[in-house]
């Protein structure tokens, strides 16, 4: 895809669909043909493309703000508008944009000037997702009381990319210099990666993940941070894809790929055998709390099974029981005659005693 201004009346927003080799494809596109000028357009391509122009149409001309339009190809291979032109800011003074496409983050970062009416030209930043979404508000890169102009992107290596300016803070001794800072700023969460969190201004990665609800890669049902900085659920998403049920949230289950929460499926939350119990020195009355605690902090209202497991003495049953494992695995491994599998029938037949401990399970009165 290539974009220019147009003159037409005014100046306006044009652009071609260009093959790999070099071969146009369909028509000129019209990108955006408002009164008045839009001009200095920008263009960052991945899955889609977002385009970023400054734009002149509001206040009869004398505004200036940054729009974008995503454009998508189509089941025929064009390239076809998705949505309509979108403002990134308001009826101000933005001016100069440049894009570059994160694919570590899969999203847009956005750059330009901006000035207020008492104050100089600063450079400012906002992110726009995939599907158009502009999380949080702009983010003041720099703007100092002096004039931060021209911004452009020098490199970008996973997600760290050198943001370049003139700047004007030493222009009345050694005239104007070039300033810049490796671009991994947010002020939201949301303005990280998955995965990621934003601190003191600088997107960091720790031990616990944090999910932007917003973003595509949230896992179905875990807890996430939306763009107002509240924590929520990430959303059903058909396009994420899990391999176990640990790739998504809780209450979910891998199905098909798939994170999945409404199937047919009783699940056993809480289940210790008597070994891990001595082990960790815990009680079942811990397991089935632990298990009731998550249950209702997850929200889940469909019910759960109780397991005790590998349970080898009437007195463990009797223990598993009382606490309510409503549910009992049987251990009979000290019980089993291993050369049984190499008897012959007729011998099997001939063995009439077997040393093993009769449990009888309605001595019980818990077991129905």
């Known amino acids: 895809m290539v974009v ?38 920008m263009l960052a391509c991945a899955e889609k493309c977002l385009v970023v122009w400054e734009d002149h149409h509001w206040a009869w001309g004398d505004a200036r703000d940054i729009y974008f339009q995503l454009y998508k190809l189509n089941s025929s291979g064009f390239l076809q508008a998705d949505g309509g032109n979108l403002p990134i800011g ?73 943001l370049l300016w003139e700047d004007n803070r030493n222009s009345a001794s050694t005239g104007i ?19 990621q969190f934003c601190y003191r201004g600088k997107c ?41 049920a640990c790739d998504c949230g809780p209450a979910h289950c ?13 699940p056993v939350l809480a289940q210790q055998s008597m070994r891990e119990l001595t082990q960790t020195e815990r009680t079942y009355r811990e397991v089935i709390d632990c298990a009731s605690w998550a249950v209702f902090q997850e929200g889940y209202t469909e019910g759960f099974g109780a397991d005790g497991d590998h349970l080898k003495t009437l007195n463990d049953i009797q223990i598993a029981v009382e606490t309510g494992m409503r549910m009992i695995t049987l251990d009979m491994s000290e019980a089993l005659r291993g050369e049984a599998f190499n008897l012959e029938q007729e011998e099997l037949e001939k063995t009439t005693e077997i040393p093993v401990d009769v449990i009888v399970l309605n001595k019980i009165p818990s077991i129905k």
């Open 4 to 41: 220019w201004q147009d003159m037409q009346s005014d100046y306006d927003i044009h652009a071609q669909q260009v093959s790999q080799t070099g071969d146009l494809v369909g028509g000129e596109i019209f990108v955006s043909t408002w009164e008045h000028d839009q001009i200095k357009p």
């Open 90 to 162: 308001g009826d101000e003074y933005r001016v100069t944009p440049v894009v570059y496409y994160r694919d570590c983050a899969d999203d847009y970062v956005v750059t330009w000037e901006y000035k207020t009416e008492t104050d100089n030209l600063g450079i400012y930043q906002r992110i726009v997702l995939p599907d158009g979404t502009l999380l949080g508000d702009e983010t003041a890169i720099i703007h100092e009381a002096h004039d931060e102009v021209h911004p452009t992107t020098a490199t970008r290596v996973s997600c760290r990319s050198l």
């Open 177 to 195: 210099d070039i300033y810049g800072e490796p671009e991994n700023v947010c002020s939201i969460h949301c303005h990280c990666p998955q995965n």
């Open 204 to 244: 960091v990665l720790d031990e616990t993940p944090v999910f932007c609800c917003a973003r595509s890669g949230c896992p179905p049902g875990y807890w996430c941070v939306n763009i107002e900085g509240v924590r929520s659920r990430c959303p059903e998403d058909p396009n994420y894809f899990c391999q176990t």
């Open 254 to 266: 891998c199905k098909d790929n798939m994170c999945v929460k409404d199937i047919d499926v009783f």
